[in-house]
């Protein structure tokens, strides 16, 4: 399984993440025609060097939205306890931006946390 993201999208995701550090951030993706094309910030967030929270209540209903992303300030790019849990709530393709938010530290995981490949098309 690959996954498709757009360059422009991808770029903008590891800008928010460099401007949250120390922080993590978190958003939901949009996909059209099966590549992720754009985000959403989560509504409300409280974020931390370790966590981000947000009111899922504020959340639109969005069928569009197939996965979500958010951002580990170190260097780990793998699921915590955690973001298993936080998986398995929103279903999908999930991914994971690491410091120091270069394309080579996001990884797009399924909602039981097994890697998956990720394509970055123009």
Same mark, same amino acid.
């Given at each position: ?6 360059? #422009?999208?991808? =770029? ?11 922080? =993590? ?6 996909? @059209?025609?099966? +590549?992720?094309?754009? +985000? ?10 370790? %966590? ?10 969005? =069928? %569009?939205? @197939? ?6 300030? %170190? ?5 915590? =306890? ?19 938010? !270069?394309?080579? !530290?996001?990884?797009?995981? !399924? %909602? #039981? ?10």
């Amino acid at each position: 399984m690959e996954i498709l993201i757009r360059r #422009e999208l991808l =770029e903008y995701l590891l800008q928010l993440a460099r401007n949250a550090y120390p922080n =993590e951030f978190a958003g939901f993706l949009r996909e @059209k025609d099966g +590549v992720f094309e754009e +985000v959403l910030i989560a509504p409300n967030p409280h974020a931390g060097p370790r %966590s981000v929270f947000f009111d899922t209540w504020m959340l639109p209903f969005d =069928e %569009s939205i @197939k996965g979500t992303v958010h951002s580990h300030p %170190s260097p780990n790019p793998w699921p915590s =306890e955690a973001d298993l849990g936080f998986f398995s709530k929103f279903g999908g393709v999930h991914f994971i931006i690491a410091w120091p938010f !270069t394309e080579e !530290t996001v990884r797009a995981y !399924t %909602s #039981e946390g097994k890697r998956i490949g990720l394509k970055v098309v123009e």
